[in-house]
């Protein structure tokens, strides 16, 4: 099988922990990032691919350092236009590779799995059963009347058997539906949750696209194999699911679903992540069942609230009823409006070098711990609005000023004059760690010439 991991996402549903520079398949919100714990997944059932963001590539490929995962191929969209043209253009790609015949699993980034070996035990059934060209999605077995899930209603008999698996075929994909119709989907017992999980060969999905999605799959088809065209074939397609695109079309011969419980979780609200983990110690006084997602150095005391749950960041903080979490939305839109830097980014920001965090932003200064990996160096770059000060706080390498090499370690000071040509280097095994002063009339992240780069940001 080749395993496909759709990383994508805007960052809101679990704000202020998720932002859109750092969705949540990228937070620490389990003891490892979501994207890891697919991507490790992943790895168990082939050579994985990635289909995700352009704007995501940084933290895409050191989540991909961090893990030691050689030899993922990864396509970079320029911009999202939902499942349906990423699953696409990952169809032509692996055609024109000669990749055809293989079967392919589709597995968003950002969900949980607690039950990884019934998780993959279905996989591999699911891939026997697309084998026979049909697409196959796996649907969870519901624990309770979830509204906030789309659901697939299933034939009574199984299509195909395998041990106490079961894969039946499907009758009609139900959207959202309100508490009393979820009710009667539990009761009726042939409903499962929608978890955007697909199994497929990637020739019987070209031809379902040819059939369904005429104009897409025109368009998708002139892709390139490098994928050099890619931006120029996505500003011509249309946005749209897979599920509109095709799933909804397909009828009962064509498409099949295996339930399953596998202790799946989309993690789509902060009531959820309370329901999965015990959050941080809180001292409760005349109060209870209250969960707390912050800082583990401080101290939270809770008096007289019950069911409240508290998101605390360095720049923010939200509380919330248990209940009514998924209208987190309705506060992201209101920064949006205010086109509040919240929504984007944290006060810390990766780069393929490194890390840097804010420390202070003023009118008249702003200040940074700025972090060098081993063997790294940052842009040799300058800035028309600021001039820089940098003290060496922790390990040792070399700055590049207007062409002279300036060696630094722990204590040096060195100032980076208004216009200056400059860059740090990290020539060590150790990392590099310097504050960094900054002081001018502007202080933003686009006040940068760059010059050389080894990342291609020229």
């Not at 499962?192 to 696209?209: P, R, T």
Request: hydrophobic residues 35%.
């Amino acid at each position: 099988m080749i395993p496909v991991v759709l990383s994508g996402g805007s960052g809101t549903r679990l704000w202020p922990v998720s932002r859109q520079h750092m969705p949540k398949q990228f937070c620490d919100i389990f003891g490892q990032p979501l994207q890891t714990s697919t991507l490790q997944r992943c790895m168990k059932m082939g050579s994985p691919w990635i289909v995700t963001s352009q704007a995501l590539q940084t933290l895409t490929e050191l989540n991909l350092k961090q893990n030691k995962a050689e030899g993922v191929q990864v396509v970079y969209e320029p911009v999202g236009k939902n499942t349906a043209p990423a699953i696409a253009a990952l169809c032509k790609l692996l055609e024109a590779q000669g990749k055809g015949h293989e079967v392919v699993g589709i597995f968003p980034s950002d969900h949980l799995i607690t039950k990884e070996e019934a998780f993959l035990k279905v996989v591999e059934f699911a891939k026997s059963v697309a084998a026979e060209n049909r697409v196959v999605t796996l649907g969870i077995t519901p624990s309770y009347p979830e509204t906030g899930y789309g659901y697939i209603q299933t034939r009574a008999v199984s299509i195909k058997e395998q041990g106490p698996l079961r894969a039946y075929s499907v009758v009609k994909f139900h959207e959202k539906p309100d508490l009393q119709k979820a009710k009667e989907f539990i009761a009726q017992g042939s409903f499962s949750w929608n978890a955007g999980i697909f199994v497929f060969k990637v020739s019987h999905m070209v031809s379902l696209f040819e059939k369904h999605q005429p104009e897409l799959w025109r368009q998708l088809s002139t892709l390139k194999e490098d994928s050099s065209n890619l931006e120029e074939v996505y500003s011509k397609v249309q946005s749209i699911s897979i599920d509109y695109a095709i799933m909804e079309k397909l009828n009962g011969d064509e498409l099949a679903c295996i339930p399953t419980d596998c202790g799946w979780s989309d993690v789509g609200s902060w009531d959820a992540v309370a329901s999965l983990q015990k959050g941080h110690d809180v001292l409760n006084v005349k109060g209870s069942d209250n969960f707390v997602f912050g800082d583990s150095q401080k101290h939270y005391s809770m008096i007289g609230m019950e069911d409240v749950i508290v998101v605390d960041t360095k720049d923010a903080m939200m509380l919330v009823k248990k209940g009514q979490s998924q209208d987190v939305r309705h506060v992201v839109e209101a920064l949006s409006q205010q086109k509040s830097s919240l929504v984007k980014g944290h006060v810390y920001e990766y780069r393929p070098w490194g890390y840097f965090e804010i420390i202070k932003d003023t009118e008249h200064f702003k200040s940074k711990m700025i972090r060098v990996n081993p063997h790294s160096q940052i842009s040799y770059q300058s800035h028309a609005k600021r001039e820089e000060h940098w003290t060496i706080a922790r390990g040792s390498g070399e700055v590049v000023l207007n062409d002279q090499v300036i060696p630094v370690k722990a204590g040096s000071h060195v100032h980076i004059p208004l216009g200056a040509k400059h860059r740090i280097r990290n020539n060590t095994e150790a990392l590099l760690e310097f504050v960094e002063v900054q002081l001018g009339t502007y202080f933003g992240e686009d006040d940068i010439v760059r010059y050389e780069d080894d990342y291609r940001r020229t």
